[in-house]
Nanobody, 124 residues
């Protein structure tokens, strides 16, 4: 079992940057593809980015490609989401998720474990 704890959410102005972190418990972190999803009020939870267990493959939603970067440090059991050039439409609760031996799916139902979320608010 994996427990995930996100941090780094904040209020930021449009054009600014934030880095989210997700710390995972357990010794099997490297077996999991890790993903970031987000959910805005009144909307479905949507895929943002994912990274394979060995960081060789990364996947991004079209809306964030070129602005967000996902990375991971298996020695620290942590996955990151660097968010640059933030826009008001990036405002959402951001969730970290883990998919055992996953393939970077955009489908949230493929992910077995979830964190509690961290709020990102981008003001115009």
């Amino acid at each position: 079992q994996v427990q995930l704890v996100e941090s780094g959410g904040a209020l930021v102005q449009a054009g600014g940057s934030l880095r989210l972190s997700c710390a995972a418990s357990g010794r099997t972190f490297r077996r999991y593809t890790m993903g970031w999803f987000r959910q805005a009020p009144g909307k479905e939870r949507e895929f943002v980015a994912a990274i394979s267990w060995n960081s060789e493959s990364t996947y991004y939603a079209y809306s964030v490609k070129g602005r967000f970067t996902i990375s991971r440090d298996n020695a620290k059991n942590t996955v990151y989401l660097q968010m640059n050039s933030l826009k008001p439409e990036d405002t959402a609760v951001y969730y970290c998720a883990a998919d055992l031996w996953g393939m970077g799916s955009v489908n949230r139902y493929e992910y077995e474990y979830w964190g509690q979320g961290t709020q990102v608010t981008v003001s115009s």
